[in-house]
């Protein structure tokens, strides 16, 4: 069963020193703490460019095969995005796949829908405890493995924006496919190693490429130079082995 926290812990500069800014506010979220696996915790810290990215969090082996998600946006999991209705001018809940969201995460988990694709959908989706809303600042996840880890594993994490183009990856690079205009610069992976018998020791994440641009397949493309303000979306994510 999911818990879910909606404390927010605010840290401010000191009042009254002219000119100081204030900190990084953190929210803090709690995902699969009902296992009884191994605690870790994801720091993530917004960069300039963040603006509601999706994500997706795993658990992978030490190779980089994929054992389980820790966290994933819910519009992804559960395969219902909110979008707006032109003719109420509300906003309504309707069920869509965008396979170019998070493709690489999605070809890992590797788990085929009635469609024969591999995103989740609103009858195959993934468990309740593992997603939620996205944070829309800076957080702090809190989660637990399904069984206690041992030895060395990675931490992957995907993040993609969408409509954030740029003079490479433009509104007509692939005018005929419409699952590129949904994430303009293709989503970004980040990866770090872990040991496990190296508690409460913090890792920081690195960026390893970027997945195919419309999700086509699970394709990871170590070349980023044609990424400009995607590469701001994060200033810096640390895990650490609680």
């Not at 989706?125 to 399904?146: I, N, Q, R």
């Not at 949904?182 to 960026?207: G, H, R």
Request: charged residues 25%; glycine residues 6%; hydrophobic residues 35%.
């Amino acid at each position: 069963m999911k818990t879910r926290v909606l404390l927010v812990t605010a840290l401010f500069a000191t009042m009254g020193i002219s000119g100081q800014k204030k900190k990084e506010v953190f929210s803090q979220e709690n995902y699969g703490l009902n296992n009884a696996g191994t605690a870790l915790t994801i720091q993530f810290e917004k960069g300039e460019e963040h603006n509601h990215p999706l994500f997706a969090i795993w658990l992978a082996d030490e190779k980089g095969n994929y054992i389980q998600t820790l966290f994933v946006s819910e519009s992804i999991g559960k395969g219902v995005f909110k979008r707006v209705s032109r003719k109420s001018g509300r906003w309504k809940a309707g069920e869509i796949q965008r396979p170019a969201t998070l493709p690489y995460w999605a070809h890992q988990r590797a788990v085929k829908n009635e469609f024969g694709t591999y995103m989740p959908t609103p009858t195959q989706p993934v468990a309740d405890a593992y997603t939620g809303a996205t944070p829309s600042t800076s957080f702090v996840l809190h989660a637990k493995t399904e069984k206690p880890l041992n030895g060395k594993y990675k931490i992957m994490l995907e993040l993609n924006q969408s409509w954030d183009w740029n003079e490479y990856w433009t509104n007509d690079k692939y005018p005929n496919d419409r699952e590129y205009k949904t994430s303009s610069q293709p989503a970004l992976v980040y990866s770090v190693d872990v040991d496990a018998a190296s508690l409460n020791k913090e890792y920081t994440m690195k960026l390893i490429g970027h997945s195919h641009y419309s999700g086509a397949d699970g394709s990871l493309d170590t070349d980023l130079s044609t990424m400009t303000t995607a590469l701001k979306i994060a200033k810096k994510i640390t895990v650490k082995l609680d």
